[in-house]
């Protein structure tokens, strides 16, 4: 750095520092617009230089520089007595992830409808690179709706049993859903590769047999109407 007309090489220096701080925390603010909502400015910016500190830039894309969030807030002791944050920026994160996945081709009913019926149960299903599931242990879901909705937040807890939540893109948008235990199976199984009579046996085994196969058709309707089945096939032998 040459000497500048006023000041020092130092100064001018730390005038950089502190702009190239200032622009990452400009792309996290970006990244988590409701988790720095539910911070608030001060906290947000504490936050930041903690996580700058932590996690230089190794990427020149902006998009992936607050990718070590989550992990981040789970792991430092400032922040892992309070897991709402993290689970708040996983699903800013899954929204964002939804939103940039990559396009597909997307099944319709009327697809699904060409396929003879004697065939469907031995179906798979290709699922949405849009679509993502993680588990939450608070009510980070409530959190999150409210802060969308620029209403004051509840109170942040611990649920007494784990939710599963789904996210996907639908027409455009990023969206999410808490999963019950029965579909959340279901959906784990069709991203495996397993066929639609067996994903039917399964359901059998979680409740009334009698209703599982209109159990599962639900389901199934339900994802397409969701977009996230992008193509069905022959289940693969060896799943």
């Known amino acids: 750095i040459k000497p500048p007309p006023r000041g020092t090489a130092r100064a001018r220096l730390d005038v950089y520092g502190q702009a190239y701080g200032l622009r990452l925390t400009e792309f996290l603010a970006h990244a988590s617009p ?5 911070l608030g400015e001060t906290r947000f910016r504490q936050l930041a230089a903690a996580y700058i500190a932590a996690h230089p830039s190794d990427t020149p894309n902006a998009r992936w520089y607050s990718r070590h969030l989550p992990t981040f807030l789970g792991e430092a002791t400032a922040y892992r007595r309070a897991p709402e944050l993290a689970e708040l920026a996983r699903l800013e994160q899954a929204l964002n992830d939804a939103f940039d996945a990559a396009d597909v081709p997307i099944m319709t009913v009327a697809d699904i409808a060409r396929i003879e019926p004697a065939q469907f149960g031995q179906m798979s299903f290709d699922l949405s690179p849009a679509l993502g599931r993680f588990t939450a242990k608070t009510n980070v879901t409530s959190l999150w709706s409210s802060l969308r909705c620029d209403e004051t937040p509840p109170a942040a807890e611990r649920l007494a049993l784990p939710i599963e939540v789904l996210v996907w893109r639908q027409a455009g948008a990023s969206r999410f859903r808490i999963l019950g235990a029965e579909e959340a199976m279901a959906v784990a199984a069709a991203g495996e590769g397993v066929s639609f009579a067996v994903i039917c046996e399964m359901i ?36």
């Open 204 to 239: 059998a085994a979680m409740a009334d047999p009698e209703t599982a196969a209109a159990r599962a058709a639900s389901y199934l309707r339900g994802w397409i109407e969701a977009e996230i089945i992008s193509d069905v096939r022959p289940a693969r032998t060896d799943v």
């Open 34 to 38: 409701k988790f720095k909502c539910y």
